[in-house]
């Protein structure tokens, strides 16, 4: 009789907590629309004010990134390196730290590992896998200078990342002055002045085709790294130490997790990640990439959208993956939306939207239970 009764009180006090739940999961859901709705209208009537049609606008939007042929396996060529960086910015962000400094990361990852590809050669799958690792080798060691100074200096690694970002680029440009660094040798540039020499044929990443879409083998390794970073950070006791780091540096150091140690790993594994980014970049690239070269400009601002990528997902390696294919899609769409008459630099407008919106729904509910904590103590008081 008492089992079945405790059975019933807890089948009555499990029922409003279900309800309880739904009704938070509701409100997720209505202000997500809300917001993305709010954020599309206003893109609209940008485009509307810019003298065009958003009618046209969309489908261009649609066709240069999913629609016409080969250009989803475009999309997910474009969504694979932001994925990485992103994945990279969620081991950092786990530990407390604020890195910026991706852009310069994956650019001087992806110059180093030329270097040093062109330099030590090999068969063509070695080859690859050598230019992958050392890029991101590069990478971690840019992102090492910041958690050097970071830890023994007390800079802020905001502030380190971001400047190294400047310096990064400077470096590489030096590179691709001489010949005995990453410039091609004369005859080899044809009428460019400041490129590397061009990747063999058969030292590149495989593209396979899949229904007329050729994409770089970068997608499902970007994938696998996600599923692989996920795992380890809720399912590890590395991932436990690191986000404990991240949520209490106080407890986590009392508890015998180093903060230098496991900050500085953080800091330089995000590193490595957009190392391996722009290496990636560089052996499966196509045109949207240099073309298999190291050209100036050649992270393409991929760094600073895929710290975008990991915000807007919530520092969630999965969420992240749909995360960067609209990214991309929004990247690779932007190319036919001149085809309007309305300047393509709008797409980086509609992107600014979309984060916003989709960044608003967490702060109105952090706010809400924020004010519904302290009215549930004035009660209780």
């Keep these: 009789m008492t089992a079945v009764t405790a059975g019933a009180a807890g089948g009555s006090d499990a029922q409003p907590l279900r309800t309880g739940r739904w009704t938070r999961?509701?409100?997720?859901?209505?202000?997500?629309?809300?917001?993305?709705?709010?954020?599309?209208?206003?893109?609209?009537?940008?485009?509307?004010?810019?003298?065009?049609?958003?009618?046209?606008?969309?489908?261009?939007?649609?066709?240069?990134?999913?629609?016409?042929?080969?250009?989803?396996?475009?999309?997910?060529?474009?969504?694979?390196?932001l994925?990485?960086?992103?994945?990279?910015?969620?081991?950092?962000?786990?530990?407390?730290?604020?890195?910026?400094?991706?852009?310069?990361?994956?650019?001087?990852?992806?110059?180093i590992g030329t270097y040093f590809g062109f330099l030590?050669?090999?068969?063509?799958?070695?080859?690859?896998?050598?230019?992958?690792?050392?890029?991101?080798?590069?990478?971690?060691?840019?992102?090492?200078?910041?958690a050097g100074l970071r830890y023994w200096r007390g800079v802020p690694e905001v502030l380190s990342t971001l400047l190294l970002v400047t310096v990064g680029g400077q470096a590489v440009a030096y590179g691709l002055r001489w010949e005995w660094l990453l410039l091609a040798p004369e005859g080899r540039r044809g009428n460019r002045n400041q490129v590397s020499e061009q990747?063999?044929?058969?030292?590149r990443l495989p593209r396979p085709d899949l229904f007329g879409n050729e994409?770089?083998?970068?997608?499902?390794?970007?994938?696998?790294?996600?599923?692989?970073?996920?795992?380890?950070l809720s399912r590890t006791v590395w991932g436990f130490r690191l986000r404990m780091l991240g949520r209490n540096p106080r407890a986590a150091q009392r508890s015998?997790?180093?903060?230098?140690?496991?900050?500085?790993?953080?800091?330089?594994?995000?590193?490595?990640?957009a190392g391996l980014a722009g290496a990636a970049m560089f052996t499966g690239g196509g045109f949207a990439f240099g073309n298999y070269q190291m050209v100036p400009g050649f992270s393409a601002n991929i760094g600073w959208t895929g710290l975008l990528v990991a915000l807007v997902a919530y520092e969630k390696p999965l969420a992240a993956i749909p995360v960067a294919v609209v990214f991309a899609g929004l990247r690779t769409g932007s190319s036919f939306v001149g085809s309007t008459g309305?300047?393509?630099?709008?797409?980086?407008?509609?992107?600014?939207?979309?984060?916003?919106?989709?960044?608003?729904?967490?702060?109105?509910?952090?706010?809400?239970?924020?004010?519904?904590?302290?009215?549930?103590?004035?009660?209780?008081?």
């Design 342 to 381: 309305v300047e393509g630099r709008i797409t980086d407008v509609i992107s600014g939207l979309l984060v916003l919106a989709l960044l608003i729904p967490a702060a109105v509910m952090f706010l809400r239970d924020r004010r519904r904590a302290r009215a549930a103590a004035t009660e209780r008081v």
């Design 25 to 81: 999961l509701s409100e997720w859901f209505a202000l997500y629309g809300m917001s993305i709705f709010a954020a599309l209208v206003l893109s609209a009537i940008l485009v509307e004010a810019t003298g065009g049609d958003w009618r046209p606008v969309v489908s261009a939007l649609f066709d240069g990134s999913v629609r016409r042929p080969g250009r989803w396996g475009e999309t997910l060529a474009t969504a694979a390196p």
């Design 83 to 111: 994925l990485v960086v992103a994945l990279g910015t969620v081991i950092s962000s786990k530990a407390g730290l604020v890195n910026i400094g991706q852009e310069g990361q994956l650019y001087v990852g992806a110059a």
């Design 120 to 146: 030590i050669g090999g068969p063509g799958p070695i080859n690859v896998v050598l230019i992958l690792i050392i890029g991101a080798a590069g990478g971690g060691l840019w992102a090492g200078v910041a």
């Design 256 to 273: 015998g997790v180093s903060e230098t140690r496991y900050g500085a790993m953080a800091l330089m594994l995000s590193g490595a990640f």
């Design 199 to 203: 990747l063999a044929p058969d030292n």
């Design 215 to 232: 994409f770089p083998l970068t997608v499902f390794i970007a994938v696998v790294l996600a599923v692989i970073v996920a795992f380890a």
